[in-house]
């Protein structure tokens, strides 16, 4: 006589949908199927969350949680400028998601196609963590799906820079801390407000003479 | 604009004086030499426009091309002026450490941040190095130098340098079968140097060796605190030696100073045979008491004990020209070939002739006074000279390999002691092993 076990609460589903992935090597296409190997059933899992992309995006979302609880623990961080604190969330948000990256690679390489994934990561943490970013580019986006563009724009960092620590071959991934560096470099100048400006101001220009200046006719 | 154009400034001067002196040893330059001397304004326009075109290749790479530019810049005829421009600028490019990186890299490492093993830590990097960058630690009463390295930069430094070896050698014209070892020598040697764990050994070999020099004062290292890419050493107090200079020491300080360099180096090189391979201003620190602190010991060179006794043969007898053993020493350094047509052995023997009784001034004679520009000059002037000779330039690439750093570190040693403008002791070295 099998034993049911105790109702799994979100952590322990993260848990077991990255045990489902490293071990089938592909991702649970129906919940039943996923609770089944975990031993829980479709009503344990609709307790936690609505559906399976809600657990994945969680999956991924856990990492930024847990590197966010980090540093707000960490009694140096409210001293970092913007750009350190950046800086330091994606280096402690690597190192989190370093642990796991077999299961990464697995979950990219099955995940490669869904474009939509960005926005609900980013909808998953509105609201919730972040709320010291402040690096804001390309706010459209971020507002057309309803997120915060300052945290959009930080996660979207923070993406890129996993993206990019997947596929660092480099001795000890000392590439992606280059990365990191130089991408929040590059980023904060170019958000700089007066380059930003006068890019602009130079853009319009351009584009007010576009019609005199650089036609033939 | 004419590439034959005198340098007006002295120190510019001083500048080539590193690649002319090259010359008299290994004959590998020559050909970068020969490239320098089609002076028509249009080909240094076109050399602009291929440095220009390479740097925005290089600046999208990570340090390993700083420390080749490092290399190249020992001056302007050894890659033309516009290319070593490039390579200049390639210098400022890169964005210092931040402080997250710096943290973590400590607790990588260590397992601890900085400020739990230091009672102080510099937030910000307070000199620059050049694949790396140095903080300021302190614990109780002793402060460190932290030197950390940029990521990524012992990896990309060998795509790098594959890189550049066929641009430089293809842009100037050179036989890639007769430069491999030379290139092969600063290859080797640079991966070296991204390898801290190697220069903290450097630094023991130089020090265990050196100890006991008086007026001579090195850093100490802190193995614990050290791995391959951070070195924890105590802070040198005084000023790098071109701060010192511009404070206007006198005479007889500047003398000390320079004596200090002059023995310091003929020590290394006749009894430890291997030297500190950098001497650069900002590798030295005259400490308050006007005495020589040594720093960096990224790039040492060991002296082959063949090599060493060629050289030395060829210091007893360089002034006999024609003499069994000045030809004896000139095929074991590689400065003669067997193939060589008599014309080629009587051009070279030329050469080496007015050259040595030019560079080897300082060991033929008690003391020297380095503040002599019209030396200095003078060896510029031979070297202009020699680049456009034609037989000359037509030779091929030659000079034992060990020429290079060994060339770059008595260069670099007399463009010091020209700056400290040191009246010295030359002479009781020279025969030392004799
Ligand atoms: N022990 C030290 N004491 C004082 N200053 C130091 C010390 N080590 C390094 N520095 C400073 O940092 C700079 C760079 O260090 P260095 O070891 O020369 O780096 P690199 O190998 O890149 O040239 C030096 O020029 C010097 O100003
Ligand atoms: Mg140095």
Redesign the pocket.
């Known amino acids: 006589m099998a034993k049911k076990k105790k109702a799994f609460d979100k952590l322990q589903w993260i848990a077991a949908y990255k045990s489902f992935v490293l071990e089938k090597g592909e991702l649970p296409a129906t919940v039943r199927e996923l609770a089944e190997m975990a031993g829980q059933t479709f009503p344990d899992f609709k307790k936690q969350f609505t559906d399976l992309r809600q657990l994945e995006t969680a999956v991924i979302a856990l990492y930024f949680k847990e590197a966010n609880d980090l540093l707000m623990a960490d009694e140096k961080f409210e001293e970092y400028s913007n750009k350190e604190k950046q800086l330091a969330f994606l280096y402690v948000m690597i190192e989190k998601a370093g642990a796991d990256e077999v299961f990464l690679q697995e979950f990219q390489r099955l995940k490669k196609t869904d474009r939509g994934f960005a926005v609900r990561l980013m909808r998953f943490l509105n609201r919730q963590e972040l709320s010291w970013a402040e690096l804001s580019w390309g706010a459209s986006t971020a507002e057309r799906v309803g997120v915060n563009p300052k945290q959009a724009a930080l996660i979207q960092h923070a993406l890129s820079t996993l993206m990019f620590f997947l596929k660092d071959y480099s001795e000890e991934k000392q590439d992606t801390d280059a990365y990191i560096e130089k991408t929040t470099d590059v980023l904060y100048r170019l958000t700089d407000t007066s380059t930003v400006r006068s890019m602009v101001d130079l853009g319009k220009f351009l584009f007010s003479r576009r019609k005199t200046t650089f036609s033939w006719e | 604009m004419g590439q034959d154009k005198i340098a007006v400034s002295k120190y510019q001067r001083a500048g080539k004086l590193v690649n002319t002196g090259a010359k008299v040893g290994a004959n590998y330059m020559k050909h970068y030499a020969k490239k320098l001397t089609g002076s028509k304004a249009t080909k240094q326009d076109l050399e602009e426009e291929n440095a220009k075109d390479d740097y925005s290749a290089f600046s999208e790479l990570k340090g390993g091309p700083l420390k080749v530019a490092q290399m190249l810049s020992m001056g302007d005829q050894v890659l033309p002026k516009a290319y070593v421009d490039q390579f200049a600028l390639a210098q400022n490019q890169v964005t210092p450490l931040s402080l997250p990186l710096v943290r973590k890299t400590f607790r990588k490492y260590f397992e601890k941040d900085p400020l739990q093993l230091f009672d102080e830590f510099s937030t910000e990097a307070?000199?620059?190095?050049?694949?790396?960058q140095?903080h300021k630690g302190r614990k109780g009463k002793q402060e460190f130098?932290i030197?950390i390295q940029y990521p990524g930069v012992a990896d990309s430094l060998q795509s790098d340098l594959r890189l550049i070896a066929p641009i430089a050698t293809r842009f100037l014209g050179l036989k890639k079968k007769e430069v491999a070892p030379y290139f092969e020598e600063v290859e080797r040697k640079l991966m070296e140097?991204t390898d801290y764990r190697k220069e903290l050994q450097n630094a023991n070999e130089i020090i265990s060796g050196c100890g006991n020099l008086e007026g001579i004062h090195f850093?100490e290292f802190d193995p614990q605190l050290s791995t391959d890419r951070i070195i924890t050493?105590?802070?040198?107090k005084g000023l790098?030696l071109n701060d010192w200079l511009a404070t206007d020491p006198s005479q007889e300080d500047r003398n000390r100073i320079g004596q200090l360099l002059w023995d310091f180096y003929q020590h290394q090189f006749h009894l430890l045979r291997v030297i500190h391979a950098?001497p650069h201003p900002?590798?030295f620190?005259i400490t308050p008491e006007n005495e020589l602190?040594v720093?960096?010991f990224?790039c040492i060179k060991h002296i082959p004990s063949d090599f060493y006794a060629s050289y030395e043969k060829l210091m007893r007898s360089g002034q006999e020209q024609d003499s069994p053993e000045l030809i004896d020493a000139l095929f074991a350094l590689e400065l003669l070939h067997d193939g060589d047509s008599e014309k080629d052995q009587a051009t070279i023997m030329g050469v080496f002739g007015s050259m040595f009784q030019l560079v080897g001034q300082p060991f033929y004679s008690e003391t020297f006074d380095f503040s002599n520009d019209s030396f200095f000059e003078k060896i510029y002037s031979t070297g202009m000279a020699l680049s456009k000779d034609s037989s000359y330039r037509n030779l091929s690439a030659r000079g034992s390999r060990h020429f290079i750093y060994f060339n770059r570190t008595y260069f670099g040693l007399y463009q010091l002691l020209h700056q400290l403008k040191a009246n010295i002791h030359t002479g009781q070295w020279t025969f030392i092993a004799a």
């Open positions: 307070v000199n620059a190095a050049s694949i790396g140095v130098a030197k140097e850093p050493m105590t802070w040198l790098s950098d900002g590798n620190i602190g720093i960096d990224g």
